[in-house]
């Protein structure tokens, strides 16, 4: 798969059976639809109060100059968390594409709720930066 910021081939990394793709350039990672929400599930997360992709879509903010690595599309632009993350979502569903660092920011945000699994957000986090190069 071609990273949609740097045009450079991704590797995929295996998290609990979750195929995470990673670019090794520019440190953004992509999930294909269903993974995001997967991964919190399976660190006990649930879904971290995260809309579903197809209620991001509605919140869209621009459209974004990146295309989708999977159907060549360009991405849009939609706000998630708060404070806001923008992170570029596909127009048709294949996925969704963290910056840099924004995957890190977001589960901060998600471990820092009420009701967030303190544990599981400090694996999950280690885990990113350990193979990512990301914040713990």
Known sequence: MICPVCKQDMIVVEYRQIEIDYCLK?????FDKGEL?????????GTGGLPTLDGLAEKTRSHGQRKCPICRKKMQEVPL???VIHVDLCRQGDGIWFDG?????????????????KGAIKHITAFLGD???GEK
Do not use: M, R, V
Request: hydrophobic share 40%.
């Open 101 to 117: 660092g924004e995957l890190q920011l977001l589960l901060k945000q998600i471990g820092s709720g009420p009701q967030a699994d």
């Open 26 to 30: 520019c440190a953004g990672i992509w």
């Open 37 to 45: 929400e997967l991964l919190l599930k399976t660190t006990n997360l």
């Open 131 to 133: 193979t990512f190069k």
């Open 81 to 83: 968390g708060e404070p």
